[in-house]
């Protein structure tokens, strides 16, 4: 998905930094000086990127993505248009980016519960499967805001197949733990585990009451957790 996004890099230059031929010509001064104060704007970059785009996903959410203002974005985020420039290619850009950043959090969440259910002894396939999928809807319960402005229909041009790109690997992932007693992949089993999860993730984003989203999750998952393959419990 990187390859879809453009971040360039936090400034790197040193505001005021004397011209190399005006610097003292102590050994050790100039050296230090310039590093600490490259550090300063690497910071000061980094806070604002930061603030742009928490400004942006406020917005996105308020207004939807057709309908946001950079203007809104930049005043919010006490920057200027010049600095989203300099940090971003375009509001399409703040969009793709804070997707990116949610479905890396997602996929990290995913992890950690997949391996905490090895650690605790966990072989069965759909019981991994269960421990990650859960995970991952409890993502989304916990920042219903932003997991809900990905699904409304109201992205930057071509994100629908930004979406279908993400969901395909994540089928490829599932596609890891279930195989078919000869050894290959279960896809309809996979298939239907997707489709499924694609579709809690939209109802669960979509509920207006969060006691009721947490129970439809919880009750999704129990039903997921009762799906069988014929072919894999094929001897």
Known sequence: MSSDIHAPSDETAADGAPPASTAPRSPASPTKGKGESSA??????????????????????????????????VARAGASVGSLYHHFSGKADLYLTLWEDF???QQERTRQAVHAARA?????PMQLFIAGATAYLDGCLADRRISRLFIQGDGPPGFD???NKRLRKWARRNAALFHTPD?????????VLTGAMAAAVTEISLTEDEDAARKMAADIMAVIATIRSPRAEQS
């Open 40 to 73: 300063r704007v690497s910071d000061r970059g980094a806070a604002t990127r930061s603030a742009l785009l928490a400004a942006a996903r406020d917005v996105f959410a308020e207004s939807g993505f057709a309908q946001a203002a950079v203007t809104e974005i």
């Open 103 to 105: 479905q890396n959090r």
């Open 120 to 124: 605790a002894g966990v072989t069965d």
């Open 161 to 163: 197949r930004v979406m």
């Open 183 to 191: 050894g290959e992949v279960d896809e309809p089993l996979v298939t």
